[in-house]
């Protein structure tokens, strides 16, 4: 089964950065479609970004584009998401996942199979 530990949330000031983490198998890493959403006190869950495959591509919301940055590390088995110039409206749980590919839409749930329990993101 696949398993996805998210780490590196936290609280920040609007205008810092911060690093979140996804830590799953090397198989995952390297073949898995991997994604992160996040999701605010009484909206929906929402796509920010996501890397298909071994080396892309990738996708992001509009809403974060030029600021989030998503990434994979093969050898440490962990995806990144480096979200830069944080804004209050970025406050969320972000949440990983993962799928063996993406039948449908890169931001849509129901395109991934597997989830993290999340990680809460702070930004004040």
């Known amino acids: 089964d696949v398993q996805l530990v998210e780490s590196g949330g936290g609280s920040v000031q609007a205008g810092g950065s911060l690093t979140l983490s996804c830590a799953a198998s090397?198989?995952?890493?390297?073949?898995?479609?991997m994604a992160w959403f996040r999701q605010a006190p009484g909206k929906e869950r929402e796509g920010v970004a996501a890397?298909?495959?071994?080396?892309?591509?990738?996708f992001y919301a509009d809403s974060v584009k030029g600021r989030f940055t998503i990434s994979r590390d093969n050898a440490k088995t962990t995806v990144y998401p480096q979200m830069n110039s944080l804004k209050p409206e970025d406050t969320a749980m972000y949440y990983c996942?993962?799928?063996?590919?993406?039948?449908?839409?890169?931001?849509?749930?129901?395109?991934?199979?597997?989830w993290g329990q999340g990680t809460q993101v702070t930004v004040s």
């Open positions: 890397i298909l495959f071994r080396s892309g591509p990738t």
């Open positions: 996942a993962a799928n063996i590919g993406v039948g449908g839409r890169w931001d849509d749930t129901r395109s991934y199979r597997y």
């Open positions: 090397p198989y995952t890493i390297r073949t898995y479609a």
